[in-house]
Structure formats: structure tokens, C-alpha cells
């Protein structure tokens, strides 16, 4: 069965550096979020992608956020300027068309030190 | 607002049948969706419901009813490897998904 893919499985920063979060979408998937999860919280909506566009961004994906797709597979978040509170886990999620379930990949933990 | 409420935590036993409840208030509804979430894994796609009713998956199943914000999933047949977190997340108008807290579920022998 097709996977979403992210690399690294664990990144580990300087605060104040910067971070860029890799994700694979299932192939003939359109549309793409990243989310986020803190230690014990809940998954939380960051943004979601569309036909090369951002489509819906939360409160939370202020000016230090940003994302990419670089080419016909990949799907970045960049974090610039990493503060502490940044530490968590990320999910990139991908979806067919609109009526389809999200996939989710397996996440990076995120620690910032 | 968005305002997602399920059980914080909920135990059975192996072989018995477990409901999962979540209300929901949400600015647009576009389906309701419950994931399973190991700890230190990423969450898992179990089951959705966009009109009202019954949707039944083997030995899960989920109902909703968009007039009262609510839905629950049913598992049937508990097993030892159904503890997990459940997650019961609402799609909005636009495709972003809002999760709730999660519910932990821990299935004694």
C-alpha cells in the first residue's frame, strides 16, 4: 500500500536555527497538510496545500513558517528561527481529492535545544 | 469556534465491545473522521462518516448525527493491540482536518 514518507525520523537543532522537514505524498495524491502534535497535546492543523498554493494556513503557522514542493514529489515545512517551543512531533498528510480520508507519514520529532 | 470533545480515557476488556462518543462544534462540516494512534506513531485512518448513520468497517464501526454535533465508534471483539488513542477529527468546508483530544483506550486481559 502507498505511504507518505518523512525524513529524518528525529531532528535535533540548535534554538534559533533553522529546520526543513521533508515529506513525500503518496504519488497521485493532490492535496497536502503538515500538522503537529506537542508531547501529550493534540494533533494541531498548520497549513494545507493546493495546485502549488497554500490553501488554508492555522494561527499557529505565523512569518516562521514555510512550505514548499520543490518538484513533482516532495512537500518541505522550513522553520526558521526554531524557538523551544517548536519542539514536537510533525505529521505531512496527503489526500487524493476532497472526499478521501487523509494519510498521515510516520512523522519527525522535532527537538530544539 | 471549533470545539471537539471525547473521554479523556476509557478501559475495557479483551473480547468485549467498547463505544468511543465525540461531540462536535465546528465552523462547516464536511465529514467526520476517527484515527487510531499508537503512542509515538502517527495517527491511522479507522473510519468516516459524512451523511448521518451507521458506517461499519469489520470490527469497527462509526455513527453520526450532524443535527446533535455527535458521533461515536464502536469496537468490537476488544483485542490486546486496540490500545491505542482514538481521535476523533472534524473535516471543515475547507479540507483542514481539527482534531479532539483523543481518547486512550487500554484493553485489560
Known amino acids: 500500500e502507498p505511504e507518505v514518507t518523512q525524513t529524518p525520523s528525529h531532528q535535533v537543532t540548535q534554538m534559533g536555527q533553522e529546520v526543513i522537514l521533508r515529506c513525500v505524498p503518496i504519488?497521485?495524491?493532490?492535496?497536502f497538510y503538515w500538522y503537529r502534535q506537542i508531547l501529550g497535546q493534540k494533533v494541531e492543523f498548520l497549513v494545507s496545500?493546493?495546485?502549488?498554493?497554500?490553501?488554508?494556513k492555522s494561527e499557529i503557522f505565523d512569518d516562521q513558517f514555510s512550505v514548499e514542493r520543490p518538484d513533482g514529489s516532495n512537500f518541505t515545512l522550513k522553520i526558521r528561527s526554531t524557538k523551544l517551543e517548536d519542539s514536537a512531533m510533525y505529521f505531512c498528510?496527503?489526500?487524493?481529492?476532497?472526499?478521501?480520508?487523509?494519510?498521515f507519514g510516520d512523522g519527525t520529532r522535532l527537538s530544539i535545544l | 469556534g471549533q470545539n471537539i470533545d471525547q473521554p479523556t480515557e476509557m478501559t475495557a476488556t479483551e473480547g468485549a465491545i467498547v463505544q468511543i462518543n465525540c461531540t462536535y462544534q465546528t465552523s462547516g462540516f464536511n465529514g467526520l473522521f476517527w484515527y487510531q494512534q499508537h503512542a509515538g506513531e502517527a495517527p491511522t485512518f479507522l473510519s468516516y462518516n459524512v451523511l448521518d448513520g451507521l458506517e461499519e468497517k469489520g470490527r469497527f464501526s462509526s455513527f453520526l448525527s450532524r443535527s446533535k454535533g455527535y458521533s461515536y465508534l464502536l469496537l468490537k471483539e476488544l483485542q490486546m493491540k486496540d490500545s491505542a488513542s482514538y481521535l476523533c477529527?472534524?473535516?471543515?468546508?475547507?479540507?483542514?482536518?481539527?482534531f479532539g483530544g483523543g481518547t486512550r483506550l487500554m484493553v485489560k486481559p
Open positions: 477529527a472534524v473535516n471543515n468546508a475547507g479540507n483542514m482536518l481539527t
Open positions: 498528510a496527503s489526500k487524493g481529492d476532497p472526499s478521501q480520508p487523509q494519510h
Open positions: 504519488s497521485n495524491h493532490l492535496y
Open positions: 496545500f493546493y495546485n502549488n498554493e497554500i490553501s488554508e
